[in-house]
């Protein structure tokens, strides 16, 4: 019985710190979603692929923050929005970082309009740069979003769009 009780704390834990660790940001992500034109839940799922929620985390390539975002995408974000002056190390703000972040999504989405679902391609142009999807916009790949997945070069970054879709679905759905 006190094993049971135990467990079931332990359980009880686990559960409200990852509920809180998915839910503190939302307030955030929803207004960068919103000022950029963007589903809240889609902008979610790419802070949970690229940082399980986060803020402190740096990758390999320079990547900072929630939606891991590059020094030249911070750059571009902060001009746009007439920021001045603008240091990359700003995006360990949880905020700053989800504008950024939402805004140069928003870009990639629109890049891609011309497609039968702009999604995929933006998301492989956000994990694996825009060189290396214009190297997969061959034939029907160029307006094709399946085919467009099927010829990506980088297992990775096919596992990465499935992932955020997935992802998007289910915060979508509430399901989280």
């Known amino acids: 019985m006190i094993l049971w009780i135990v467990i079931s704390l332990d359980l009880a834990v686990l559960f409200y710190w990852r509920f809180r660790r998915e839910h503190r940001f939302d307030g955030i992500i929803r207004a960068a979603a919103t000022e950029y034109g963007l589903p809240p839940a889609l902008v979610k799922a790419v802070v949970w692929r690229e940082s399980r929620f986060d803020p402190t985390v740096r990758g390999s390539a320079g990547e900072i923050g929630l939606m891991q975002v590059m020094e030249d995408a911070a750059l571009e974000w902060a001009t746009a929005e007439r920021i001045s002056p603008f240091k990359h190390e700003l995006l360990f703000d949880p905020a700053t970082n989800t504008q950024a972040g939402a805004y ?13 679902n702009p999604l995929p391609y933006a998301l492989a142009d956000y994990n694996a740069g825009r060189g290396n999807v214009l190297g997969w916009l ?17 297992p990775s970054t096919r596992a990465y769009i499935q992932s955020v879709t997935n992802r ?3 915060y979508r759905k509430g399901l989280h």
């Open 168 to 170: 998007y679905e289910q």
């Open 138 to 154: 061959k034939g029907a790949a160029a307006t094709n979003s399946a085919a467009f997945v099927a010829t990506i070069g980088f």
């Open 104 to 116: 140069y999504l928003a870009k990639l989405l629109k890049r891609y309009t011309n497609t039968d």
